[in-house]
């Protein structure tokens, strides 16, 4: 099939959400030309998205290193010498405070990860509390803890976990130079059992490993032919950590990595496509460019989990020149924003 430009069919296809992509589309849209792609890409976003509307997210590491899988991307891995110090499993009552300084810095939504191959029951336990916790805050909730059963995805359901993350990370070809501890068949086990047990389903990639286009396309494809899109798509950029096998990567044309983020919000419209790690190595000009393509979630806080991530100043300051507001972050509206704002955020709010 021969891809529209702007056109009568271009209604057409565009009007419903599909699960039933051809990778040779997927493929058609990352070869048209630049131009075209962000216009269709930025065509299908303002259909199904508030153009001009970001999800705020903030992450917190609450067991950090010492992950006994072997990822080449991940600082983390007790394989790889990166110089990191691991940490236990925080205390419930940490995570609390953390939580709530990011909720009045504006997050509407709190992340937990961990570096764990699997949660264990006695840690599991621990961290159905903290999400107990969390929730109750009136905060979403999301947590990433690696493999999860289709028993532990009910009882992290039953304790109020709103979004699980558990990545793909890039094609089944390229996974297996990247990944040996764990099949690609095991995450799409674990994706299942979330989307099982009720839960949203976060679930990206990273992209700058040295794969291929044709990796990206796949990655994306698969995605966007599961029985449900998830309902969060982080595309991460690789952070090339001294010490991990991916270290001396050849950086990516920043033009392929706006592209994956066009062809995830033509696939899949309704989704929020994360502009995730990485945003440190973006000037502001090129992270416009990812909101342009169809972009509408980040991380804000000055932490990933173990990597960097921008100041808070800079994230205000790129939000209030390119009058983009925090999705659902409500608030009295601040003097001088041209969107209203929450006083405590920094962030202007959404106008809607
Ligand atoms: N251990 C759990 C797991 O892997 O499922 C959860 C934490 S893990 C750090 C979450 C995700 O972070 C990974 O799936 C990967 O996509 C992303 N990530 C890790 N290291 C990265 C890096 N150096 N650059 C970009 N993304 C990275
Ligand atoms: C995701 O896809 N990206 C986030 C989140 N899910 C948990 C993690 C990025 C980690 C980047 C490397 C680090 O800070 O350790
Ligand atoms: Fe462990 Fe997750 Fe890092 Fe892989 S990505 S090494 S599972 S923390």
Redesign the pocket.
Known sequence: MAWPTYGPDFKEVYVTVRNDWTLVEVQQLFALPFMDLMFQAQSVHRRYQEPNSVQISTLLSIKTGA?P?D?A????SVRFDTGLEAQELLEVDAVIARALAAKESGATRFCM????RSPKPKDLRKVLAMIREVKSLGMETCA???MVTPEQAQELKAAGLDYY???L?TSPQYYQKIISTRTYQDRLDTLQAVRDAGMNVCCG??VGMGEEAQDRAELLHILATLPAHPESVPI????R?AG?PLADSAPLDPFDFVRTIAVARILMPRCHVRLS??RSDMNDELQALCFLAGANSIFYGEKL?T?GNPDTAQDQSLFRRLKISAEGAGGEPRAGLPMGGNPRAGLPAAAV
């Open positions: 992950c899988e990822c991307y991940c600082p983390q990860g961990a570096a764990y990433t803890l690696g993350n558990h990545n990370d990639g990273i991460n950029r690789l952070v950590v991990t790690a990485g989990l990597t």
